[in-house]
């Protein structure tokens, strides 16, 4: 997809003037900034140019939402953080979308692109009272019902923190490890780990001083 070809270009374009040696403008608390959300992908800064502008979120906008999320779902080390920010930076394309585009699947969606299967399961543990109906109305129904900024920024903490599969890999994830990582693509997430993602999650890792 062109977009996230764009999105990559640019993350490794910033990529060589980080270090590891300490986070950028870091939180109090543990999580993420703007700042450090537009270091890692600067084109967050803005949604000016959007071709969905409705979808677009900026780093300023997502970061509450985002650290919310993992107060909520108690993702407390910054390596498990790094991984959800840049899975959700690479299947949003730096936040442009929180739907589907390209092909185009009914129903996937949110910050972290999931399948509606996953949605499904996302609403019933969120908005248990509205999945009949929103069931029965079709796929985008049921992803409009977790695609509020509050949900949509969240569905990645709450995968991660719900899903079988990703029981046994948090512990190697939150080492910040590469294997912790790949294991966290193939097994928790059940996609391939690609170069492309690696990029953002480095530069995630270096931005978050993992």
Same mark, same amino acid.
């Given at each position: 997809?062109? /977009?996230?070809? &764009? ?6 374009a910033?990529?060589? @003037?980080?270090?590891?040696? &300490? ?8 999580? #993420? ?6 270091t ?10 959007? %071709?969905h ?11 509450p ?10 993702? @407390?080390?910054k390596?498990? !953080?790094?991984a ?8 949003s ?19 972290n692109? !999931?399948?509606?299967n ?7 543990? $969120? #908005? ?11 796929? %985008?129904?049921?992803?409009?019902? #977790?695609?509020?900024? %509050?949900?949509? /920024? *969240? ?7 719900? !899903? ?14 590469? *294997? ?8 928790? $997430?059940?996609?391939? %780990?690609?170069?492309?993602?690696? $990029?953002i999650?480095?530069?995630?890792k270096?931005?978050?001083? #993992?």
């Open positions: 997809m062109y /977009f996230k070809a &764009a999105l990559i270009a640019a993350t490794f910033t990529l060589s @003037t980080l270090t590891i040696a &300490a986070p950028i403008n870091a939180s109090p608390s543990g999580g #993420v900034t703007a700042a450090i959300i537009t890692i992908t600067p084109e967050t800064s803005s949604c000016a140019g959007a %071709d502008p409705d979808q677009c979120r900026t780093a300023e906008q997502a970061a939402f985002i650290n919310n999320s993992f107060s909520k779902y108690g993702i @407390t080390t390596a498990e !953080q790094a959800l920010l840049s899975l959700m930076l690479f299947e394309v730096g936040f442009k979308y929180n739907h589907n585009i390209s092909p185009g699947r009914p129903g996937q969606g949110t910050r692109m !999931q399948m509606i996953f949605n499904t399961l996302y609403a019933q543990a $969120v #908005v248990p009272d509205k999945v009949a109906a929103a069931t029965a109305a079709g796929p %985008d129904a049921v992803l409009a019902l #977790v695609n509020t900024d %509050d949900y949509s /920024f *969240a569905s990645a903490a709450w995968f991660l923190t719900s !899903q079988p599969a990703c029981a046994p890999i948090r512990a190697e994830l939150q080492s910040g490890s590469t *294997a912790g990582w790949s294991a966290y693509i193939t097994t928790c $997430v059940g996609t391939t %780990d690609t170069p492309d993602r690696d $990029v999650w480095t530069a995630a270096a931005a978050m001083g #993992v």
